[in-house]
């Protein structure tokens, strides 16, 4: 089942119709794959009758850094960036968890070295179901580490959230469910744990949260950066951020992939190896719900990481 398909997106400075949203195939954007984006989620809270986006400002300066490394000038201001993804929601009048994406891109007529001013265009669209949260499900997955290498600060910089960049990860993903599998695990350059394709990851041992680096060949995760303070200060469960070994995986007590997309998303096996006892683990599903909590406008304590679209 497909996506709910809005009415209007937002292009350059304008509400247009859906279908009419149109890029040309002599695109840089198309051509080489020059273009940034974020990847952010709305939630609806049905008892205050409210849509809630998350981190909205947190993912708009992330945005930023990635235009800043591909010397990207553009004419719209972040707020306008903002104010437009908080419109995109009103206009289409969803009451229901969404999916959010700011596009900034080279256009028509740009080549492979395009960077000047002038030749940047944005966009900003919401999509809607029916790919609803798993917070509060038993869903889990079933990975492999994959024989692909994620990509190093050398060659593409993960931190750079470049639509280019997830060829990389694509090509894992492909491979790891031809293979059986339902996701997979990239190593770095040097054989230690980076992330999954589009999601960071987080292990435990002896009650220890560990997750990679940002050094690790990782994106700099705005969920990961939450689930940290989440861990500390709400379950009093410390986070060491280090190096993790591939077999650390297998003899882990739990594991979940995070992000914007995947939630709070446990991982029951890796390589055939079960998880422990193949189960959700106690932290995993305990983290999952004060997640759902924040994310919902539903934990004051947090308010300020959530902006309400409907006032």
């Known amino acids: ?34 273009r940034i984006f974020e990847g952010l989620r ?3 809270n049905d008892e205050e009758g409210q849509l809630y986006i998350f981190k909205i400002d947190e993912h708009l300066r ?31 009048d969803l009451r229901e968890d969404v999916h959010l994406s700011p596009s900034v891109y080279f256009g028509v007529g740009q080549d492979f070295f395009s960077h000047k001013p002038g030749t940047v265009e944005v966009g900003a669209y919401v999509l809607a179901g029916p790919r609803k949260s798993i917070l509060g499900t038993d869903k889990a997955l ?25 060829q990389n990860g694509r090509l894992a993903t492909v491979q790891a469910v031809e293979d059986g599998y339902d996701d997979a695990i990239l190593l ?3 054989g230690k744990v980076a992330e999954a394709p589009a999601a960071c990851l987080f292990l435990v041992r002896d009650g220890i ?28 469960v410390p986070v060491v951020e280090r190096e993790v070994d591939r077999t650390e ?36 599903a305990e983290l999952q719900k004060e997640y759902e909590d924040v994310i919902r406008g539903k934990n004051p304590e947090y308010s300020d990481w959530v902006l309400p679209v409907y006032s």
């Not at 992330?62 to 009103?90: C, G, H, P």
């Not at 990509?151 to 997830?166: E, F, G, T, V, W």
């Not at 949260?209 to 709400?234: F, M, N, V, Y």
């Open 209 to 236: 949260a560990l997750t990679p680096p940002i050094t690790g060949g990782i994106l700099e995760s705005i969920t990961r950066t939450t689930l940290i303070e989440l861990l500390e200060d709400q379950m009093s």
């Open 62 to 92: 992330r945005l930023t850094q990635s235009m800043k490394m591909m010397r990207m000038n553009l004419d719209f201001s972040l707020e306008e960036i903002r104010q437009a993804l908080v419109d995109v929601v009103v206009k289409n």
């Open 142 to 166: 079933h990975v492999c580490v994959s024989s692909w290498t994620r990509i190093s600060d050398r060659d593409m910089p993960p931190r750079l959230k470049a639509a280019a960049n997830y």
């Open 1 to 34: 089942m497909a996506r709910q398909t809005p009415q209007y997106i937002w292009m350059n400075g304008e509400f247009i119709p859906w279908d009419e949203a149109k890029l040309h195939v002599s695109t840089a954007a198309v051509q080489t794959g020059s």
């Open 249 to 284: 995986l297998y003899i882990a007590d739990e594991v979940w992939m995070c992000g914007s997309a995947l939630e709070v998303t446990p991982i029951v096996s890796v390589d055939r190896f079960p998880v422990d006892d193949g189960q959700i683990g106690p932290i995993t």
């Open 42 to 44: 709305g939630y609806w």
């Open 188 to 190: 770095d350059e040097r």
